[in-house]
């Protein structure tokens, strides 16, 4: 397999794109190359697929494009999948996308393009950049139904001010129809769809069977294991009718259960934040939150104030159901002004 980093391309307005193939990245390289651009596709294997690897090649080839590959699977293994079972053996609800994005995706295609000398990086995603005040802010996609500006709070300035997003203002169904094959990829990659506690258990994640307890302590139930149960949840082994997960106790092994009105969550504490402005994030009155999974996000705007090494998010019509180590990101209007990982909250 090819490494990027072997190779110099000399080339003025050239583009690294993160290329797996696909209905998006394919769609990319025609519209980057219709605004001017080289394109040199990427393609950074997490998986060790060489389906996927041969996919993507045969597309760049067919496509006209430049195409490298970078093995990146020991790099994915460490920061997400690792990351992601820990994460679930201690109560918490990870979110392996945004982590892969932050971690993975966009800072090998950064580090590719020095190599390369290549001007630009991209990919197929569906948000845009906006430029204010010298900032750089992921902001929402044209698309809403597909916008993914809520995967790549993470982003660095560095990353941001190097990347150009040509899917930002483009309607996934009006391209999608020109593809024979529209087959998308849909969930946790590395699941290979199998469920999520089945792959845990397959990495030495043990599922001991504990207690579940109502809001008075008094035991109500079995559970068959914490890391198959998340916050907000009404259906599972043990949960009584009409009652849902309220809480996760990995320190007892115990699940707390109860009625749907104590899912309302007044007070998030967030950390390992990634902040545009921290001024504009603490005196602004128009910031709004999503959290994504179970929960319904708040409508009402939030207040923020420091706290420890992060930040209190403090809201007037309460967060539903925010479940710890999902990723809480904040919004003016169509821009993301910063996120964090929700640690607690009361």
Not at 48 to 57: F, H, K, P, Q, V
Not at 190 to 197: D, K, M, T, V
Not at 220 to 228: D, E, K, P, S
Request: hydrophobic share 35%.
């Amino acid at each position: 397999m090819w490494s990027a980093s072997i190779f110099k391309v000399d080339m003025q307005r050239s583009v690294l794109l993160g290329f797996s193939g696909g209905i998006d990245s394919s769609s990319a390289v025609v519209l980057l190359r219709e605004q001017g651009y080289r394109v040199v596709a990427l393609t950074i294997d997490t998986l060790g697929d060489s389906t996927m690897l041969e996919r993507a090649e045969k597309t760049a080839q067919r496509l006209g494009v430049e195409w490298y590959a970078v093995d990146a699977t020991k790099r994915f293994e460490c920061d997400v999948i690792e990351y992601f079972c820990n994460e679930y053996a201690i109560g918490r609800t990870p979110a392996p996308c945004t982590r892969c994005n932050t971690h993975i995706k966009w800072q090998i295609l950064l580090e590719q393009a020095n190599r390369l000398g290549v001007d630009y990086i991209a990919t197929g995603h569906y948000f845009n950049i906006e430029q204010r005040n010298n900032k750089f802010y992921v902001a929402k996609g044209v698309d809403i139904a597909k916008d993914q500006s809520y995967y790549l709070w993470g982003l660095s300035q560095e990353i941001l001010s190097r990347a150009i997003t040509p899917m930002g203002s483009i309607i996934k169904s009006e391209i999608k129809e020109s593809f024979k094959d529209k087959s998308e990829s849909m969930g946790i990659c590395f699941l290979c769809r199998r469920p999520y506690a089945e792959f845990l258990e397959s990495r030495g994640i043990k599922m001991s069977e504990g207690n579940i307890v109502d809001t008075n302590g008094h035991v109500c139930g079995r559970h068959n294991g914490i890391a198959r149960y998340t916050i907000g949840q009404k259906r599972g082994e043990g949960i009584p009718e009409g009652k849902r997960v309220i809480n996760i106790e990995p320190t007892n092994n115990t699940i707390v259960v109860g009625d749907n009105d104590l899912l309302y969550k007044s007070k998030l504490y967030i950390i390992h934040c990634n902040i545009v402005d921290e001024n504009e994030l603490l005196q602004s009155t128009d910031i709004t939150i999503k959290i994504r999974g179970i929960g319904k996000n708040p409508e009402l705007p939030v207040t923020i104030a420091r706290y420890a090494d992060g930040y209190l998010i403090t809201t007037k019509d309460g967060a539903y159901a925010p479940a710890l180590g999902q990723p809480l990101v904040l919004y003016r209007d169509n821009l993301v002004i910063g996120g964090g990982i929700v640690d607690s909250f009361e």
